[in-house]
């Protein structure tokens, strides 16, 4: 999985409203509605300023990534929702968070990035919601999946979890990794999944991609009009991929945060069964 750097995500804060235009342009949402979207539940039925959210800065393994909490803050304010970075770090983190009374708490280590809902005892993803918020995003700019054959590349976590969505939304799936039997373990634990040794030849095939590794995509390899979601960190595209594809949906950190958001409420509030949530929707009681 990759990590990410400073680097990756220096302009989150000061591009963050640039993100919710540029959405709303090409998917006709904004963040928030996006992530109330993805995760099946009215916009309008959560109360977003009624949650105090913080963000517990983690220094274990490689340690604190400089302006990660910010940015993960940043994503927060641009869906209405009140956020503070605990001045600790680690377990004085989070028992300053439960102290002042927060209703989710947003924290990563090397392994995992997790909301945690302290009314609820639930917890959502990083990699799920990420999965979940671009698959959405293709589905969206695609206009359906159903019945379609998408191209995922990379079968780490998010492309293994995106593997599953498509499926659940009806679509076939191609799968490469450049470790190949990453692929065919998945192309053979699900029907309506094929492994594909050669991903330059994929790429040339597929004109919906869900790109889900670090790799570099050329440009010349992509079909024109191609419709591509991109949670892979960095930036996959060169200008002639940019020129060929009709539409590539990126970002380095806060599609995934938003999903994360409500996913960590929606629990609670709509009464969904705890077990079709944790089979269907990747959130554990
Ligand atoms: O980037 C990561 C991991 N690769 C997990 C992401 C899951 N998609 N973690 C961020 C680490 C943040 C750091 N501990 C901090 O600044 O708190």
Redesign the pocket.
């Known amino acids: ?4 750097t400073a680097d990756i995500i220096k302009d989150v804060p000061s591009k963050i409203s640039d993100l919710d235009h540029e959405l709303e342009k090409r998917i006709g949402m904004n963040m928030r509605d996006f992530a109330c979207y993805a995760m099946d539940v009215p916009a309008n039925g959560i109360d977003f300023n009624g949650y105090d959210v913080a963000i ?10 400089g302006g ?2 910010s940015s993960v803050a940043a994503a927060l304010k641009t869906m209405g929702m009140r956020s503070f970075i605990t001045s600790s ?1 680690d377990v004085a983190g989070i028992s300053e968070a439960f102290s002042s009374g927060a209703d989710i708490i947003f ?7 997790i909301a945690l809902n302290t009314r609820t005892r639930s917890f959502s993803d ?2 799920w919601s ?1 999965a979940k918020g671009y698959v959405t995003a293709l589905r969206l700019a695609e206009g359906g999946l159903e019945g379609k054959r998408v191209l995922v590349i990379g079968a780490g ?2 492309g293994t979890e995106a593997v599953k969505i498509l499926r659940a939304e009806g679509a076939s799936v191609d799968v490469t990794d450049i470790l190949p039997h990453k692929a065919e373990a998945l192309g053979s634990r699900y029907d309506n999944v094929r492994a594909i040794r050669d991903v330059e030849e994929a790429i040339r095939n597929n004109p919906l991609i869900l790109n889900a590794s670090p790799g570099m995509i050329r440009g010349d390899l992509i079909q024109k009009g191609a419709v591509i979601s991109s949670p892979g960190v960095p930036y996959a595209f060169d200008e002639e991929g940019e020129r060929r594809a009709k539409v590539i949906i990126h970002d380095v950190l806060s599609l ?1 945060v938003a999903v994360m958001a409500v996913a960590s409420i929606c629990l609670s509030l709509f009464g969904i069964p705890a077990d079709s949530v944790i089979a269907e929707k990747g959130v554990t009681l």
Not at 56 to 65: A, D, N, Q, R
Not at 107 to 113: L, S, V, Y
């Open positions: 999985m990759t990590r990410l517990v800065p983690v220094t274990s393994g490689k340690g604190i990534i990660f909490s770090c924290m990563a280590d090397d392994e995992r990035f990083n990699i990420t976590r998010v995934g």
